[in-house]
Every structure is written in structure tokens, then in C-alpha cells.
């Protein structure tokens, strides 16, 4: 794979699924501008290794203000993104008459509306260069639900839904769109989920084995390294043709 020349623009790539994203695009050459809150000069180091020294923009993705701002550098420091993947999210568990209004609508806001506002802003630069690939980082809760995750799992069936429309609205053009649906990744998220596990009296091992089993009968966990090598391929020659879909990297989650 070689995406020199390309910009990368990922959102919450400051650690987790996203770094590992940004980190693939960036060893196959592309320029990347990273976006978050986590260690970001760890991750500014880290990307700089593959070769190219990258951008960052602090845009608060729950702010369509920001994620204007955050574009509008994009264009002015690299020309535009080339490949945007919508990584970032957040997430709150609690049963539907008790979820707090406000967590409900920073969910939507982050996982779903910002992926509306960075793509409806990036299209344009791509029609015009007449390439570009949005890959947008759903979840197995975009295609399967979860009880006490309604604003996630709303969220994210509805960037699935908006990835194949996005899909059919490019189909006749060098840009595509689609999703990447993780199951369990060993993100600072999900390490949470282990945590309250521990809390209330489970070993480690014990806490990470039950959560996996609950769900991936593969036993393990999905890496960022696997998520990356997806996107790299979507980005492809080879992949010009997959448009709209929603892939699923779950450890046999969904074929239960």
C-alpha cells in the first residue's frame, strides 16, 4: 500500500483504535492529522517515527464549530484530507429511563452528528481531486444492540445508515465510503467495563475473560494493528468497489 501524497485525517487518534489507525495510514506514507485528548505528545511522537512530522487540531467534535475549525486546517496547512476516518467516540451505560439527557446528547453529538459535519465538509475537496475514501469506525453495535447502551447503539446504527447513504451519493466517483464495525478492543473504553468488573470483586483475568465471553467467542480481543490493516485495505485499488459496507472485525460476535 502507498498513500504518499494522501492526507489522513483521523478523529480521536490520540490513543486506542484511532492511534492504531493513524499509526497504519501513516507506515504506508500518508500524512496524517491526528485529533483528541489522550497523551497527545505520546501520540504526536509516535506518528512522527513513520516519517512525517504530523498535524493536530484539539477540536471538541461534540462543537460543529470546532470540527469546522478543524477542517479549515486541514486545508490550509496539508490542501484538504484525502482519507477521513471518524474514529472518535463515547459511550455511557445505563438502563433507557435512567440514561442522563445530557450523556444521551453528547453520544449522539460525538458519535454520530460529528461524522455528519467532517464528512459533509470533506466531500467537496474530494469531488474536486476526484479521489477520497471515508472510513467510519461504527462498532458491532451498529449492526446488533446491547441493553443499557441506547444513545451507543442508536448512535452507531445510525453511522452505519448514513455510511451507505454517503455510499450511494459517491458511487459514481473515485470516493467511497464504509464502515468498520469492531467488536471487543482493548481500549481505554472498554478497559472501564473491566475495571467495574474488578471493583466488584473479580481477578483481572477473570474480569477480562467473562466480559469477552459474554460476547466474542474467539476469547480474544480485536488490536488496532488488525483495525488498521482493514483500513489500509479499504483504501486500496482493491477495495474500489466496496462501497457501503459495514465489516465487521468481532471474533465471530455476530455470527452467533
Request: hydrophobic share 45%.
Amino acid at each position: 500500500m502507498n498513500l504518499h501524497g494522501k492526507t489522513a485525517l483521523v478523529t480521536g487518534s490520540t490513543s486506542g483504535i484511532g492511534l492504531g489507525l493513524a499509526d497504519s495510514l501513516a507506515a504506508a506514507g500518508a500524512q496524517l492529522i491526528l485529533n483528541g485528548f489522550g497523551d497527545v505528545d505520546r501520540a504526536l511522537a509516535q506518528i512522527a517515527q513513520r516519517g512525517k512530522a504530523p498535524g493536530y487540531h484539539d477540536a471538541d467534535l461534540s462543537d460543529p464549530a470546532q470540527i469546522e475549525a478543524m477542517m479549515a486546517y486541514a486545508g490550509r496547512r496539508f490542501g484538504g484530507v484525502d482519507i477521513l476516518v471518524n474514529n472518535a467516540g463515547i459511550q455511557h451505560v445505563a438502563p433507557l429511563e435512567d440514561f442522563p439527557v445530557a450523556q444521551w446528547n453528547a453520544i449522539i453529538a460525538v458519535n454520530l452528528s460529528a461524522v455528519y459535519h467532517t464528512s459533509r465538509l470533506a466531500l467537496p475537496g474530494m469531488r474536486t481531486r476526484g479521489w477520497g475514501r471515508i472510513i467510519n469506525v461504527a462498532s458491532v453495535h451498529g449492526l446488533a444492540a446491547s441493553k443499557e447502551k441506547s444513545a451507543y447503539v442508536a448512535a452507531k446504527h445510525g453511522v452505519v445508515g448514513l455510511t451507505k447513504t454517503i455510499a450511494l451519493e459517491t458511487a459514481r466517483t473515485a470516493i467511497t465510503c464504509n464502515a468498520i464495525c469492531p467488536g471487543w478492543v482493548l481500549t481505554p473504553l472498554v478497559q472501564r467495563q473491566i475495571d467495574l468488573r474488578v471493583a466488584a470483586g473479580e481477578s483481572p483475568q477473570q474480569a477480562r475473560d467473562a466480559l469477552l465471553a459474554e460476547k466474542q467467542p474467539s476469547q480474544e480481543f480485536v488490536t488496532p494493528q488488525q483495525l488498521g490493516e482493514l483500513a489500509l485495505f479499504l483504501c486500496g485499488d482493491a477495495a474500489a468497489q466496496v462501497r457501503g459496507a459495514a465489516w465487521n472485525m468481532d471474533g465471530g460476535w455476530l455470527a452467533q
